[in-house]
């Protein structure tokens, strides 16, 4: 069984601050996603990982993912209000199976 | 932008009614998805499909059932709705090669 773990769930962080989301899953999977959703909202993909090494940046997010660590970061640089949401990582364990998604990281930007 | 539109919205039925939500596509993509989520907590895979006439039951049992007899349509029945379905519906889908899940808007359902 596919588990996807993420850390923090809740991140309050002050506008300007820096800072790194980790996800970790526990089986060999060289699929991972990022998601945002805001509140009360649907999901938005942000990023598609797709082989180890595997670097996207947009605007102040940046996401990596290590497989052979089994591991993704999504870092914040100099956060912003406007990041304020919820982010999800979602690991494909093969080609044909469905997103296995992690609890999600609550991000609050305060001023 | 992806295109995969969720029929209602927002829905408050009474329990014991049999409702649909429906989901449809016009991306071509084979794998469609539901997941239901609770406000602010993780998505959980009810069911999913590869193509037509291809369904399985993800992790949830959530006491529904799906259809796929065209490619862009795949709708979600629940026989008869009690007030733990009262979540929200989330429906996907994606190419065969990439798996990047686009989402659709979302239906709110309330049984009461």
């Known amino acids: 069984e596919l588990k996807v773990e993420q850390n923090p769930l809740f991140l309050s962080m002050q506008e300007g601050k820096n800072y790194t989301i980790y996800c970790n899953y526990s089986?060999?999977?060289?699929?991972l996603y990022w998601y945002r959703q805001d509140p009360g909202k649907s999901l938005e993909s942000l990023f598609v990982?797709?082989?180890?090494?595997a670097v996207k940046q947009e605007g102040r997010l940046m996401a990596s993912l290590d497989t052979k660590a089994r591991l993704s970061t999504l870092h914040i640089t100099a956060a912003v209000h406007d990041l304020s949401a919820t982010y999800f990582c979602?690991?494909?364990?093969?080609?044909?199976?469905?997103?296995?998604f992690g609890k999600g990281t609550s991000l609050l930007v305060t001023p | 932008e992806a295109d995969i539109y969720q029929t209602p919205r927002y829905l408050v039925i009474g329990t014991g009614k049999k409702i649909t939500l429906e989901c449809s596509q016009t991306?071509?993509?084979?794998?469609m998805y539901w997941y239901q989520q609770d406000p602010g907590m993780e998505l959980h895979l009810i069911h999913y499909?590869?193509?037509?006439?291809?369904?399985e039951k993800g992790d949830l049992s959530s006491e529904s059932t799906v259809s796929r007899i065209r490619t862009e349509h795949f709708p979600l029945t629940l026989e008869s709705a009690r007030p733990s379905h009262t979540s929200q519906y989330l429906c996907?889908?994606?190419?065969?090669?990439?798996?990047?899940?686009?989402f659709g808007q979302g239906t709110r359902l309330t049984v009461v």
């Open positions: 996907a889908s994606s190419d065969q090669v990439l798996t990047e899940a686009f």
């Open positions: 089986t060999t999977s060289d699929r």
């Open positions: 990982l797709l082989s180890n090494g």
């Open positions: 979602a690991v494909e364990l093969n080609s044909g199976y469905a997103l296995n």
């Open positions: 991306m071509g993509h084979d794998k």
């Open positions: 499909s590869y193509g037509v006439n291809s369904t």
